[in-house]
């Protein structure tokens, strides 16, 4: 089973995004998926209630996905590894935990169980100290592990981002990065050429209305689901897939990564 934690120092950067986009693209592989929430604006805890409100038009609903638990965090470091070693007993492939904003004890103690812990970095000034300063409170922490203590890795996830931010993250050359730093402004350029020295997941994701609007949908697997039962609205069904596309590659991206890391 894999253990993925989102964490960031500043809110509203995209940790729930991140954890909705895994869960969905488990979901749509058929794997089984358990979310914990440990914010107290219980965003995780109150998706499916939300989603059944959303509105679909004349399209019937489908059942909530059945592979798809969500929980509370448990409350003490004993209760949350026993939680993981029941879910991995049960056959969950993925289970990941959605945090408050902060640096919080409690937040360590969640990201330090995780294979992956990872740090959305909206391409502007504000967020992207925020994520620096988040990737320094990682590296604190695992500093606080004992020689045999498994270490996880950590990612900042460039979240958010516009077309320039990925032509800049994901040029193929110096040559191409230079071109892609020179259609900015000044002041993005001197963020940009910070983020060029943190350690990113490879796949950098755009922002879309389908993310955007997945906490009020459901799982875009889910809801593609929905919009696919009728040919009026394979548009929609179209752009769900293409969003459900990067969630797989940042899921194959952290696949590969902690693959790689047990060896
Ligand atoms: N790739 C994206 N495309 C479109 N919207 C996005 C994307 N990533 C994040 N957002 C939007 O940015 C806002 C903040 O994201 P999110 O709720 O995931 O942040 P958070 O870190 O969980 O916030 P909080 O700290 O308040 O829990 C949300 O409205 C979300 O829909
Ligand atoms: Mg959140």
């Known amino acids: 089973m894999l253990v993925v934690t989102a964490i960031s120092a500043k809110g509203g950067s995209g940790k729930t995004t991140l954890i909705q986009m895994l869960a969905s693209a488990m979901l749509a ?12 604006d219980q965003q995780i805890l109150e998706w499916q209630a939300k989603s059944t409100g959303a509105d679909f038009g004349d399209l019937p609903r489908l059942p909530w996905p059945e ?13 949350l590894y026993a939680r993981l070693d029941a879910l991995d007993a049960e056959g969950i492939d993925l289970t990941l935990i959605d945090t408050r904003p902060g640096e919080h004890p ?19 000034q504000s967020d992207f100290v925020a994520a620096l300063k988040t990737l320094t409170w990682i590296g604190r922490m695992i500093a606080t592990l004992g020689p045999e203590d498994p270490a996880p890795l950590y990612r900042a996830v460039l979240m958010n981002a516009d077309k ?6 994901t040029a193929a050359s110096d040559l191409d990065r230079d071109r892609a730093r ?7 350029a001197e963020v940009f050429d910070v983020i060029s020295t943190l350690p990113l997941l490879p796949t950098p994701v755009a922002a879309t209305i389908s993310l955007q609007r997945m906490p009020l949908t459901g799982p875009l697997s889910h809801v593609r689901d929905i919009y696919a039962q ?21 899921l194959k991206d ?4 902690s693959g790689a890391a047990r060896g």
Not at 67 to 73: E, F, G, K, N, P
Not at 106 to 124: K, N, S, W, Y
Not at 164 to 169: K, P, T, W, Y
Not at 254 to 257: A, F, K, R, S, T
């Open 29 to 40: 592989r058929g794997g089984r998926v358990h979310v914990m929430d440990a914010d107290a």
């Open 67 to 79: 592979r798809l638990t969500v929980a509370d965090a448990p409350p003490t470091v004993e209760a």
């Open 106 to 124: 409690d937040t360590e103690t969640l990201a330090l169980a995780a294979d992956m812990i990872l740090v959305p970095a909206v391409p502007v």
């Open 164 to 169: 320039r931010a990925i032509d800049f993250v």
């Open 182 to 188: 020179q259609k900015l402004h000044r002041q993005d």
């Open 230 to 250: 009728d040919l009026r609205h394979r548009l929609q069904a179209g752009h769900l897939t293409a969003a459900l596309e990067v969630c797989h590659e940042v």
């Open 254 to 257: 952290i696949e590969d990564l």
